[in-house]
């Protein structure tokens, strides 16, 4: 056996050769992911989608080149050092062990590669997390086979399309009602799990206008192919508003309480209970005044009992069981929305003992 040392190997002509020539492939490729043109092919539709494009053409520039040199020179060696006609049936090659400048070599760049990489992609990361959080909050439902959106001051669930307005920065909340859905938009560089009974955040801010599609990553039943319909929209702010109020006005009447129990025994309410409870929850919204005294909404001290306000601001009749059902589904109308028993927090309980509270009033 021949020992490294004893008789170093000789770097011949034709490694110097295609180290050459991989160096030259090494630097096309570099160019190559530097100039081309991503977005023509996937628009930036957020701001943080371009400091992701950077670290993807930082990870496949790096990555080709590393690439172009480990795979030319298995070749190349394979090529050079094959089996000659003269060799023995059990001849082996050079045997090469311990050489500490090789060694401290091939420790020292990948190392060196890797912290870059991660210092790269922690600050982009970092870019992503501190994205504003003061903005528009909208929450995304995964369900088979849709996502469904709600929107503040929009009763129901949007389905269809998701809109978004042009430079307003997003805090979109993920959920799920039913299994695992992943819920990714190419053009946003993002992607996050909606994930039964946790709810996960986004944010971001819309740059780009333009429909971009959504699709669920998630294998998550036998019409998951089917989730890659439904489009973001994103659009300036004038359309945006525009749109906004079709859909306020569309499910004005929709509900957004779970599917009712229709259990409330208005008549077991408690009118105590109710008193401390409307000091909670009401007080912030609503004067024990005349209808006319609005703080958000209408004063209720006559809200059952005022021959001058007969109906309620639905239009039914003011009695009990219409005050249990605004109470219970909400209502959006002209002086703004009342929030449905979910958004208030309150129980069936709660809701008959605010209707006997309420009834007290006169
Ligand atoms: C965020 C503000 C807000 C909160 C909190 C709120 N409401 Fe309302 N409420 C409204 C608005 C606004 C309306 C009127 C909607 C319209 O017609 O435009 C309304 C309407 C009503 C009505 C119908 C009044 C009528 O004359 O027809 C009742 C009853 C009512 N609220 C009771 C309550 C009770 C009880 C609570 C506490 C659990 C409560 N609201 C909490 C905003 C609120
Ligand atoms: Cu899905």
Request: proline share 6%.
């Amino acid at each position: 056996m021949v020992e490294n040392g004893t008789q170093p190997v000789q770097l011949d002509r034709g490694f110097w050769m295609i180290t050459a020539l991989l160096a030259v492939l090494a630097v096309a490729s570099i160019v190559f992911w530097y100039v081309f043109p991503l977005e023509n092919y996937l628009p930036a539709a957020i701001v943080t989608a371009r400091q992701v494009d950077a670290l993807f053409r930082f990870m496949s520039a790096t990555g080709s080149a590393l690439y172009i040199f480990v795979a030319g020179y298995l070749i190349y060696f394979a090529i050079a050092y094959r089996v000659r006609p003269g060799d023995g049936p059990d001849a082996i090659g050079v045997q090469i062990h311990d050489n500490p400048k090789l060694e401290f070599w091939w420790t020292i760049i990948p190392l060196l590669f890797v912290l870059v990489l991660s210092v790269v992609s922690v600050r982009i990361w970092y870019e992503i997390l501190l994205e504003p959080e003061n903005g528009l909050v909208v929450e995304a439902i995964g369900h088979q086979f849709e996502f469904t959106f709600r929107y503040p001051q929009i009763n129901g669930e949007v389905t269809d399309e998701m809109h978004l307005p042009l430079n307003v920065p997003v805090t979109l909340n993920l959920t799920s009602s039913d299994v695992i859905h992943g819920f990714w938009v190419p053009a946003m560089r993002l992607k996050n799990d909606t994930v039964p009974g946790l709810v996960t955040s986004i944010r971001f801010t819309p740059r780009l206008p333009g429909r971009y599609p959504i699709i669920c990553t998630q294998f998550c039943g036998v019409l998951h192919s089917q989730m890659d319909k439904q489009v973001l929209v994103i659009e300036d702010k004038a359309s945006f508003d525009r749109w906004y109020r079709a859909e306020q006005q569309r499910n004005a009447r929709v509900s957004n309480a779970i599917p009712g129990t229709g259990t409330v025994a208005i008549a077991s309410g408690d009118a105590n209970a109710g008193k401390q409870l409307f000091a909670q929850k009401c007080t912030a919204c609503h004067k024990i005044a005349p209808f006319d005294q609005t703080l958000v909404g209408p004063g209720l001290k006559g809200v059952l009992h005022d021959p001058s306000h007969p109906n309620l601001v639905n239009g039914k009749a003011a009695d009990p069981a219409d005050v249990a059902g605004i109470l219970q589904n909400g209502y959006v109308g002209s002086m703004g929305a009342m929030p449905n028993a979910s958004a208030n927090g309150l129980s069936d309980q709660d809701i008959a003992n605010l209707v006997a509270y309420l009834n007290t009033l006169k």
